[in-house]
Protein backbone atom coordinates (compact mmCIF):
# COMPACT_ATOMS: atom_id res chain seq x y z
CA UNK A 1 0.00 0.00 0.00
CA UNK A 2 2.10 3.08 -1.15
CA UNK A 3 -0.70 5.42 -2.32
CA UNK A 4 -2.81 6.75 0.80
CA UNK A 5 -3.09 9.89 -0.34
CA UNK A 6 -5.58 8.58 -3.19
CA UNK A 7 -6.74 5.32 -1.96
CA UNK A 8 -10.88 5.29 -1.50
CA UNK A 9 -12.18 5.52 1.80
CA UNK A 10 -13.39 1.55 1.50
CA UNK A 11 -9.41 0.71 1.44
CA UNK A 12 -7.71 3.16 3.62
CA UNK A 13 -9.77 2.06 6.91
CA UNK A 14 -12.61 -0.80 5.49
CA UNK A 15 -14.34 -0.88 9.44
CA UNK A 16 -14.83 2.56 9.33
CA UNK A 17 -16.47 2.32 5.90
CA UNK A 18 -18.72 -0.13 6.79
CA UNK A 19 -19.67 2.03 9.58
CA UNK A 20 -20.77 4.63 6.79
CA UNK A 21 -22.62 1.78 4.96
CA UNK A 22 -24.54 1.15 8.20
CA UNK A 23 -25.83 4.28 8.45
CA UNK A 24 -26.77 4.21 5.32
CA UNK A 25 -29.00 1.11 6.07
CA UNK A 26 -30.02 2.21 8.60
CA UNK A 27 -31.87 5.22 6.93
CA UNK A 28 -33.05 3.36 4.10
CA UNK A 29 -34.79 -0.16 5.98
CA UNK A 30 -36.15 2.18 8.42
CA UNK A 31 -38.99 5.34 8.99
CA UNK A 32 -36.97 8.64 9.86
CA UNK A 33 -39.74 10.93 11.33
CA UNK A 34 -36.96 13.29 13.37
CA UNK A 35 -38.41 16.46 12.55
CA UNK A 36 -35.20 18.41 12.07
CA UNK A 37 -33.23 15.96 10.31
CA UNK A 38 -33.55 15.90 6.09
CA UNK A 39 -31.64 14.34 3.00
CA UNK A 40 -29.82 16.59 1.01
CA UNK A 41 -29.92 16.28 -2.75
CA UNK A 42 -27.47 14.71 -4.40
CA UNK A 43 -26.17 18.43 -5.61
CA UNK A 44 -25.46 19.90 -2.48
CA UNK A 45 -24.00 16.53 -1.14
CA UNK A 46 -21.70 17.33 -4.43
CA UNK A 47 -21.34 20.74 -3.41
CA UNK A 48 -20.17 19.49 0.04
CA UNK A 49 -17.03 17.20 -1.35
CA UNK A 50 -15.97 19.94 -3.48
CA UNK A 51 -12.50 21.53 -3.80
CA UNK A 52 -14.10 24.75 -1.94
CA UNK A 53 -13.39 22.94 1.57
CA UNK A 54 -9.72 23.76 0.88
CA UNK A 55 -9.85 27.24 0.81
CA UNK A 56 -9.32 29.81 3.65
CA UNK A 57 -11.37 32.63 2.94
CA UNK A 58 -11.83 35.11 6.52
CA UNK A 59 -13.06 38.24 6.02
CA UNK A 60 -16.08 38.79 3.09
CA UNK A 61 -16.15 39.16 -0.63
CA UNK A 62 -13.42 41.83 -1.86
CA UNK A 63 -12.23 41.96 1.34
CA UNK A 64 -10.48 38.25 2.43
CA UNK A 65 -7.17 38.13 4.31
CA UNK A 66 -5.78 35.41 1.99
CA UNK A 67 -5.21 35.35 -1.55
CA UNK A 68 -6.81 32.83 -4.33
CA UNK A 69 -10.30 34.22 -3.48
CA UNK A 70 -11.46 35.07 -7.19
CA UNK A 71 -13.78 31.96 -7.25
CA UNK A 72 -14.88 31.90 -3.20
CA UNK A 73 -16.22 35.51 -3.63
CA UNK A 74 -18.52 34.53 -6.68
CA UNK A 75 -19.65 31.70 -4.57
CA UNK A 76 -20.51 33.50 -1.18
CA UNK A 77 -21.79 36.82 -3.32
CA UNK A 78 -24.44 34.45 -4.98
CA UNK A 79 -25.30 32.44 -1.84
CA UNK A 80 -25.96 36.12 -0.27
CA UNK A 81 -28.16 37.19 -2.99
CA UNK A 82 -30.14 34.15 -2.83
CA UNK A 83 -30.72 34.01 0.01
CA UNK A 84 -31.77 37.71 0.36
CA UNK A 85 -34.51 37.01 -2.35
CA UNK A 86 -35.71 33.67 -0.57
CA UNK A 87 -36.52 35.77 2.41
CA UNK A 88 -37.17 39.35 1.52
CA UNK A 89 -34.58 41.23 3.78
CA UNK A 90 -31.69 43.42 2.96
CA UNK A 91 -28.88 41.55 4.16
CA UNK A 92 -27.66 37.88 4.28
CA UNK A 93 -24.42 36.49 6.27
CA UNK A 94 -23.99 32.89 5.00
CA UNK A 95 -21.04 32.05 7.21
CA UNK A 96 -22.77 30.96 10.14
CA UNK A 97 -21.74 27.14 11.00
CA UNK A 98 -25.28 26.42 12.43
CA UNK A 99 -28.51 27.73 13.71
CA UNK A 100 -27.17 28.35 17.32
CA UNK A 101 -24.28 30.43 16.21
CA UNK A 102 -26.56 32.31 13.74
CA UNK A 103 -28.83 33.04 16.97
CA UNK A 104 -25.13 34.12 19.15
CA UNK A 105 -24.14 36.51 16.33
CA UNK A 106 -27.24 38.38 16.44
CA UNK A 107 -27.37 38.61 20.00
CA UNK A 108 -23.80 39.39 20.18
CA UNK A 109 -24.35 42.19 17.75
CA UNK A 110 -27.46 44.08 19.32
CA UNK A 111 -26.95 43.02 23.33
CA UNK A 112 -25.49 43.85 25.86
CA UNK A 113 -24.64 41.29 29.02
CA UNK A 114 -27.87 41.63 31.63
CA UNK A 115 -30.18 42.65 28.35
CA UNK A 116 -33.33 41.52 28.58
CA UNK A 117 -34.80 39.05 25.86
CA UNK A 118 -38.74 37.65 25.69
CA UNK A 119 -38.82 34.19 24.33
CA UNK A 120 -40.26 30.35 24.41
CA UNK A 121 -39.29 28.66 27.10
CA UNK A 122 -37.46 25.16 25.77
CA UNK A 123 -40.03 22.90 27.33
CA UNK A 124 -43.01 24.91 25.50
CA UNK A 125 -41.70 24.59 21.86
CA UNK A 126 -37.98 26.87 22.40
CA UNK A 127 -34.60 26.35 21.13
CA UNK A 128 -31.63 26.11 24.17
CA UNK A 129 -30.11 29.13 22.46
CA UNK A 130 -33.66 30.94 23.05
CA UNK A 131 -32.34 31.82 27.09
CA UNK A 132 -32.16 27.91 28.62
CA UNK A 133 -30.09 28.15 31.66
CA UNK A 134 -27.89 25.69 30.71
CA UNK A 135 -26.67 27.81 27.16
CA UNK A 136 -24.76 31.24 27.34
CA UNK A 137 -27.83 32.79 26.37
CA UNK A 138 -29.26 31.96 29.59
CA UNK A 139 -26.25 32.64 31.57
CA UNK A 140 -25.45 36.18 29.96
CA UNK A 141 -28.70 37.98 29.26
CA UNK A 142 -31.71 38.14 31.94
CA UNK A 143 -34.55 35.95 29.86
CA UNK A 144 -37.93 36.61 30.77
CA UNK A 145 -40.14 33.52 29.08
CA UNK A 146 -43.56 33.51 27.24
CA UNK A 147 -45.92 30.42 26.98
CA UNK A 148 -48.33 28.75 25.64
CA UNK A 149 -52.29 28.70 26.33
CA UNK A 150 -53.05 26.15 28.51
CA UNK A 151 -56.72 25.05 26.85
CA UNK A 152 -55.82 25.70 22.96
CA UNK A 153 -51.93 25.50 23.07
CA UNK A 154 -51.81 28.17 21.18
CA UNK A 155 -49.05 30.87 21.56
CA UNK A 156 -50.51 33.64 24.47
CA UNK A 157 -50.15 36.49 22.55
CA UNK A 158 -51.62 38.83 25.63
CA UNK A 159 -48.92 37.01 27.94
CA UNK A 160 -46.94 38.11 25.19
CA UNK A 161 -48.31 41.82 24.97
CA UNK A 162 -48.33 41.76 28.75
CA UNK A 163 -44.20 40.32 29.62
CA UNK A 164 -43.54 42.97 26.95
CA UNK A 165 -44.90 45.34 28.52
CA UNK A 166 -44.05 44.96 31.89
CA UNK A 167 -40.14 43.47 31.14
CA UNK A 168 -39.17 45.88 28.73
CA UNK A 169 -37.39 43.45 27.03
CA UNK A 170 -34.47 44.44 24.16
CA UNK A 171 -34.95 41.36 21.88
CA UNK A 172 -38.13 39.34 21.29
CA UNK A 173 -37.61 35.60 20.21
CA UNK A 174 -40.27 34.71 17.58
CA UNK A 175 -38.95 30.92 16.78
CA UNK A 176 -39.86 27.58 17.94
CA UNK A 177 -38.55 23.74 17.37
CA UNK A 178 -41.71 22.34 18.27
CA UNK A 179 -44.67 24.45 17.69
CA UNK A 180 -47.22 22.74 14.93
CA UNK A 181 -48.91 26.10 13.91
CA UNK A 182 -48.55 29.44 12.61
CA UNK A 183 -46.06 31.70 14.09
CA UNK A 184 -48.12 35.24 13.67
CA UNK A 185 -45.00 36.93 13.01
CA UNK A 186 -46.87 40.36 12.26
CA UNK A 187 -48.49 40.17 16.33
CA UNK A 188 -44.98 39.64 17.42
CA UNK A 189 -43.69 42.43 15.13
CA UNK A 190 -46.29 44.76 16.53
CA UNK A 191 -46.09 43.88 20.57
CA UNK A 192 -42.31 44.71 19.52
CA UNK A 193 -42.44 47.73 17.98
CA UNK A 194 -45.03 48.87 21.05
CA UNK A 195 -42.10 48.41 23.63
CA UNK A 196 -39.30 49.29 20.87
CA UNK A 197 -37.98 45.55 21.14
CA UNK A 198 -35.78 44.15 17.93
CA UNK A 199 -37.94 41.13 16.58
CA UNK A 200 -35.88 37.69 16.10
CA UNK A 201 -37.54 35.51 14.04
CA UNK A 202 -35.67 32.03 14.43
CA UNK A 203 -36.87 30.15 11.29
CA UNK A 204 -34.64 26.79 11.51
CA UNK A 205 -37.36 24.72 11.61
CA UNK A 206 -39.83 26.06 9.02
CA UNK A 207 -37.24 28.06 6.48
CA UNK A 208 -37.78 25.49 3.70
CA UNK A 209 -41.90 26.10 4.25
CA UNK A 210 -41.24 29.74 3.89
CA UNK A 211 -39.15 29.31 0.60
CA UNK A 212 -41.46 27.02 -0.76
CA UNK A 213 -44.72 29.35 -0.36
CA UNK A 214 -46.23 27.25 2.01
CA UNK A 215 -45.79 28.88 5.40
CA UNK A 216 -46.13 32.65 6.41
CA UNK A 217 -42.85 34.92 5.72
CA UNK A 218 -41.18 36.85 8.84
CA UNK A 219 -41.66 40.15 7.28
CA UNK A 220 -42.10 42.25 10.01
CA UNK A 221 -39.20 40.70 11.84
CA UNK A 222 -35.41 42.98 12.13
CA UNK A 223 -33.61 39.82 12.29
CA UNK A 224 -34.06 35.88 10.98
CA UNK A 225 -31.89 33.02 11.76
CA UNK A 226 -32.36 29.71 9.93
CA UNK A 227 -30.46 26.87 10.22
CA UNK A 228 -30.31 25.06 6.39
CA UNK A 229 -30.35 21.59 7.26
CA UNK A 230 -33.48 20.93 8.18
CA UNK A 231 -36.94 21.74 5.76
CA UNK A 232 -34.51 23.86 3.91
CA UNK A 233 -32.91 20.69 2.88
CA UNK A 234 -29.32 21.79 2.23
CA UNK A 235 -26.14 21.08 3.94
CA UNK A 236 -25.69 21.52 7.99
CA UNK A 237 -24.91 25.16 8.77
CA UNK A 238 -26.78 28.48 9.60
CA UNK A 239 -27.88 31.58 7.67
CA UNK A 240 -28.62 35.40 9.24
CA UNK A 241 -30.52 37.95 7.29
CA UNK A 242 -31.50 41.46 8.84
CA UNK A 243 -32.47 44.79 7.90
CA UNK A 244 -29.58 46.66 6.06
CA UNK A 245 -28.65 49.20 9.03
CA UNK A 246 -27.72 45.93 11.54
CA UNK A 247 -25.50 44.60 8.01
CA UNK A 248 -22.04 46.10 9.85
CA UNK A 249 -22.90 44.48 13.34
CA UNK A 250 -23.76 41.35 12.13
CA UNK A 251 -20.99 40.69 9.95
CA UNK A 252 -18.51 41.87 12.20
CA UNK A 253 -20.08 39.40 14.85
CA UNK A 254 -19.74 36.31 12.61
CA UNK A 255 -16.16 37.37 11.38
CA UNK A 256 -14.04 38.62 13.30
CA UNK A 257 -15.98 37.85 17.18
CA UNK A 258 -17.49 34.50 17.16
CA UNK A 259 -15.61 32.53 13.57
CA UNK A 260 -12.71 32.13 12.00
CA UNK A 261 -12.43 30.84 8.23
CA UNK A 262 -15.84 30.40 7.01
CA UNK A 263 -16.71 26.92 5.81
CA UNK A 264 -16.84 27.33 1.54
CA UNK A 265 -17.79 23.94 0.27
CA UNK A 266 -20.84 24.78 2.79
CA UNK A 267 -21.42 28.01 1.55
CA UNK A 268 -21.27 26.45 -1.86
CA UNK A 269 -23.75 23.94 -1.18
CA UNK A 270 -25.76 26.72 0.28
CA UNK A 271 -25.95 28.29 -2.92
CA UNK A 272 -27.54 25.67 -4.38
CA UNK A 273 -29.76 24.93 -2.11
CA UNK A 274 -31.13 28.53 -2.44
CA UNK A 275 -31.27 28.06 -6.36
CA UNK A 276 -33.02 24.78 -5.15
CA UNK A 277 -35.37 26.33 -3.28
CA UNK A 278 -36.66 28.58 -6.26
CA UNK A 279 -37.77 25.31 -8.28
CA UNK A 280 -41.35 24.31 -8.80
CA UNK A 281 -39.94 20.93 -7.98
CA UNK A 282 -39.10 22.38 -4.26
CA UNK A 283 -42.27 24.03 -3.62
CA UNK A 284 -44.07 20.41 -4.51
CA UNK A 285 -42.01 18.83 -2.18
CA UNK A 286 -42.76 21.75 0.50
CA UNK A 287 -46.33 21.45 -0.19
CA UNK A 288 -46.64 17.22 -0.09
CA UNK A 289 -44.41 17.87 3.59
CA UNK A 290 -47.41 19.36 4.61
CA UNK A 291 -49.85 17.12 3.37
CA UNK A 292 -47.94 14.42 4.53
CA UNK A 293 -47.48 15.45 8.24
CA UNK A 294 -51.10 16.31 8.17
CA UNK A 295 -52.18 13.03 7.09
CA UNK A 296 -50.54 11.62 9.61
CA UNK A 297 -51.73 13.31 12.52
CA UNK A 298 -55.15 12.61 11.39
CA UNK A 299 -54.31 8.87 10.87
CA UNK A 300 -53.21 9.15 14.43
CA UNK A 301 -56.12 10.89 16.18
CA UNK A 302 -57.95 8.33 14.24
CA UNK A 303 -55.98 5.58 15.99
CA UNK A 304 -56.77 7.33 19.47
CA UNK A 305 -53.66 9.41 20.19
CA UNK A 306 -54.00 13.08 21.30
CA UNK A 307 -51.77 15.56 19.02
CA UNK A 308 -51.21 18.82 20.64
CA UNK A 309 -53.41 21.45 19.44
CA UNK A 310 -54.91 19.22 17.60
CA UNK A 311 -52.99 19.41 14.15
CA UNK A 312 -50.60 20.98 12.73
CA UNK A 313 -49.53 23.55 9.88
CA UNK A 314 -46.20 22.46 8.75
CA UNK A 315 -43.97 19.92 9.00
CA UNK A 316 -44.48 18.40 11.92
CA UNK A 317 -46.02 17.99 15.51
CA UNK A 318 -46.15 16.60 19.24
CA UNK A 319 -47.76 13.41 20.50
CA UNK A 320 -49.34 13.83 23.76
CA UNK A 321 -49.11 10.20 25.66
CA UNK A 322 -49.62 11.22 29.07
CA UNK A 323 -53.04 9.42 28.71
CA UNK A 324 -51.32 6.32 27.61
CA UNK A 325 -49.35 4.84 30.62
CA UNK A 326 -46.50 5.36 28.38
CA UNK A 327 -43.62 7.99 28.46
CA UNK A 328 -41.51 10.70 26.08
CA UNK A 329 -38.61 8.12 26.40
CA UNK A 330 -39.80 4.80 26.26
CA UNK A 331 -42.14 5.19 23.35
CA UNK A 332 -38.89 6.89 21.59
CA UNK A 333 -36.90 3.45 22.74
CA UNK A 334 -40.05 1.31 21.62
CA UNK A 335 -39.95 2.94 18.49
CA UNK A 336 -36.42 2.57 17.75
CA UNK A 337 -36.22 -0.84 18.50
CA UNK A 338 -38.54 -1.38 15.56
CA UNK A 339 -36.67 0.51 13.07
CA UNK A 340 -38.66 4.00 13.63
CA UNK A 341 -36.84 7.10 14.40
CA UNK A 342 -38.33 9.44 16.63
CA UNK A 343 -37.65 12.02 19.41
CA UNK A 344 -38.98 12.66 22.93
CA UNK A 345 -40.21 16.04 23.35
CA UNK A 346 -41.69 17.61 26.11
CA UNK A 347 -45.47 18.76 25.96
CA UNK A 348 -45.97 21.94 27.08
CA UNK A 349 -47.02 22.05 30.34
CA UNK A 350 -45.49 18.44 30.88
CA UNK A 351 -45.48 16.72 34.33
CA UNK A 352 -42.67 14.42 33.50
CA UNK A 353 -38.86 16.03 33.59
CA UNK A 354 -37.36 16.44 30.46
CA UNK A 355 -35.08 13.79 30.06
CA UNK A 356 -38.23 11.52 30.09
CA UNK A 357 -41.13 13.72 29.12
CA UNK A 358 -44.94 12.76 28.41
CA UNK A 359 -44.70 13.37 24.64
CA UNK A 360 -42.59 12.56 21.06
CA UNK A 361 -42.38 15.11 17.94
CA UNK A 362 -42.66 13.87 14.21
CA UNK A 363 -42.05 15.15 11.51
CA UNK A 364 -42.14 14.31 7.88
CA UNK A 365 -39.19 16.09 6.01
CA UNK A 366 -37.11 13.54 5.96
CA UNK A 367 -39.39 10.83 4.50
CA UNK A 368 -41.11 12.89 2.15
CA UNK A 369 -37.58 13.62 0.81
CA UNK A 370 -37.55 10.08 -0.32
CA UNK A 371 -40.61 10.27 -1.60
CA UNK A 372 -43.50 8.99 0.54
CA UNK A 373 -47.26 10.65 -0.46
CA UNK A 374 -49.92 11.20 1.17
CA UNK A 375 -51.75 8.19 0.22
CA UNK A 376 -48.82 5.94 2.21
CA UNK A 377 -49.57 8.26 6.02
CA UNK A 378 -51.91 5.77 7.09
CA UNK A 379 -49.72 2.66 7.05
CA UNK A 380 -46.92 5.06 9.19
CA UNK A 381 -49.80 5.89 11.68
CA UNK A 382 -50.81 2.20 12.04
CA UNK A 383 -47.72 1.25 12.86
CA UNK A 384 -47.11 4.00 15.72
CA UNK A 385 -50.46 2.54 16.60
CA UNK A 386 -49.05 -1.16 16.99
CA UNK A 387 -46.14 -0.22 18.53
CA UNK A 388 -47.07 2.84 21.07
CA UNK A 389 -51.15 1.24 21.96
CA UNK A 390 -51.54 -2.21 21.10
CA UNK A 391 -47.63 -3.12 21.64
CA UNK A 392 -47.44 -5.88 19.11
CA UNK A 393 -44.75 -7.85 18.62
CA UNK A 394 -41.96 -6.07 18.01
CA UNK A 395 -40.57 -8.66 15.05
CA UNK A 396 -43.78 -8.38 13.56
CA UNK A 397 -43.63 -4.59 13.60
CA UNK A 398 -40.21 -4.35 12.33
CA UNK A 399 -40.80 -6.44 9.16
CA UNK A 400 -43.87 -3.93 8.73
CA UNK A 401 -41.16 -1.32 8.36
CA UNK A 402 -38.96 -2.51 6.41
CA UNK A 403 -41.56 -3.37 3.75
CA UNK A 404 -42.96 0.18 3.87
CA UNK A 405 -39.43 1.33 3.17
CA UNK A 406 -38.95 -1.54 0.43
CA UNK A 407 -42.13 0.12 -1.34
CA UNK A 408 -42.38 3.40 -0.69
CA UNK A 409 -38.71 5.24 -0.61
CA UNK A 410 -37.90 6.14 -4.32
CA UNK A 411 -35.11 8.01 -4.22
CA UNK A 412 -32.72 5.76 -2.58
CA UNK A 413 -30.61 6.37 -6.00
CA UNK A 414 -28.81 9.31 -4.18
CA UNK A 415 -27.72 6.46 -1.46
CA UNK A 416 -25.63 4.64 -4.30
CA UNK A 417 -23.28 7.11 -3.97
CA UNK A 418 -22.01 5.52 -0.57
CA UNK A 419 -21.22 2.01 -2.79
CA UNK A 420 -18.44 3.60 -4.76
C1 LIG B 1 -32.32 23.50 15.26
C2 LIG B 1 -32.56 24.83 15.83
C3 LIG B 1 -31.50 25.72 16.13
C4 LIG B 1 -30.06 25.31 16.14
O1 LIG B 1 -29.51 24.76 15.06
P1 LIG B 1 -28.13 23.93 15.13
O2 LIG B 1 -27.70 23.90 13.73
O3 LIG B 1 -28.46 22.61 15.73
O4 LIG B 1 -27.18 24.71 15.99
C5 LIG B 1 -31.81 26.99 16.54
N1 LIG B 1 -33.08 27.39 16.69
C6 LIG B 1 -34.12 26.57 16.48
C7 LIG B 1 -35.52 27.08 16.68
C8 LIG B 1 -33.90 25.26 16.05
O5 LIG B 1 -34.93 24.43 15.87
Known sequence: MHDIFSSSLSRIAPELYALGIKERDRLLNGINLIASENLPSLAVIEALTSFFSVK???????KR?????????????TARNLAKEIFGLDHANVQ???????????????????????????????????GHKVNFSGKRYNVVFYSVDKETQLINFDEVEYLAEKHKPKLIIAGSSAYSRVLEFDKFGEIARKVSAYLLADIAHYAGLIAGGHYPSPDSADFVTTTTHKTLRGPRGGLILCKGEFKEKIDRAVFPFLQGGPHMHTIFAKAICFKICQTEEFKRYTKTVIENARKLCSGLIRQGFKVVTGGTDCHMFLLD?????????EAQDILERVGVFVNKNTIPYDPRPPAICSGIRLGTPFITSLGVEPEQMDIVAEILGDAILRRKNEEIISTKVRDFSKEVYKMCGIFDLYNR
Open 65 to 77: YYSGCEFVDIVEE
Open 321 to 329: LTDLNITGK
Open 56 to 62: YAEGYPG
Open 96 to 130: PHSGAQANHAVFEAILNDGDTILALSLDQGGHLTH
